[in-house]
């Protein structure tokens, strides 16, 4: 809709995870990297955390396009299913077909085994990448790391990747899962972008958008602005700058400014205004329960004393002495 007003060629702020507009930030560099060192050395299990929108499904996209022609790759994106339905996922992806009869685990393991291990004949990989995995069940962790013993007396003959956020990790040091964190050998977790890392960001994607005019387009106080709502996370700032530019559209504005950038997060609503607005709020609940606290306490100070200077008359029979 604003794309021709700002010399662009499209949206260069839509939410799907378009490889094009992949911005290496060197904690996504390193992410992929991990991941690139995990499959080509056959570590077995790989494991990428991240918030929300810190741009883990990007770059699970970005490595299946770069992955060498000798690697087979099997992606889940929808791990809320059950371990059967699992399997024949993993299958299917992988292109293996399990034969006649009726379908079991072991039929579907046999399979996949057999395939694996011609693919390890042949000099090939084979790399199985679960989206979203926070919400596996623990049956379905438990299912992934027996498919975690196909292998041979040399190297695994899968690498499994687990992508998800940071409450897979915690999921992972539970007791009953012991074995497979165990067994995890590259970990990473991706962080949100600082401020240089976030305007770099913005003016990347507004690049591969087509905007090639050197005016710039969003004021240093804009920017400074979009971190604070945004708190660094990729997605936030996507809806926080689509809606700005909306707004400025509108209104025949040609320079993204801080006030466009505050109604633009007001417009959206609460659920973007995070970062330093709601650890302001936070703080200020804590400073009202604190005085409420304070309060409390000085009161039952003040009825304490009163007891004891009480007592103490009662006791030395004061008003007896003074008839």
Known sequence: MYTSYFGLKENPFNMTPDTRYLFFSPQHSEALNHLIYGINEKKGFIVITGGIGTGKTTICRQLLSILDKSVDSALIFNP????????????????????????????????????????????????????????????????????????????????????????????????????????????????????????????????????????PLFSSQAYRKIHSYSGGIPRRINVICDRALLIAYSRDSTVISRKLIREAAADIGSGYLTGKTNSGRKRGHLLLLSALIIIILLLLTVMVKRETVFDFFSNTNFFQWNR
């Open 80 to 215: 809320s299913i059950s371990e059967m339905e699992l399997l024949a996922a993993i299958n299917q992806e992988f292109g293996v077909k399990s034969g006649r009869g009726r379908k079991t685990k072991k039929r579907y393991i046999d399979a996949l085994n057999k395939f694996l291990l011609g693919n390890f004949s042949a000099g090939r990989n084979a790399v199985l990448l679960i989206d979203e995995a926070q919400n596996l069940s623990r049956g379905l962790l438990e299912q992934i790391r027996m498919l975690s013993n196909l292998e041979t007396e040399r190297e695994k003959l899968l690498q499994i990747v687990l992508i998800g956020q940071p409450e897979l990790e915690k999921l992972l040091i539970s007791p009953s899962l012991k074995q497979l964190n165990e067994r995890i050998i590259v970990r990473y977790t991706l962080t949100p972008f600082n401020y240089h890392q976030e305007e770099s960001y913005i003016r990347h994607r507004l690049q591969v958008g087509g905007r090639d005019n050197e005016a």
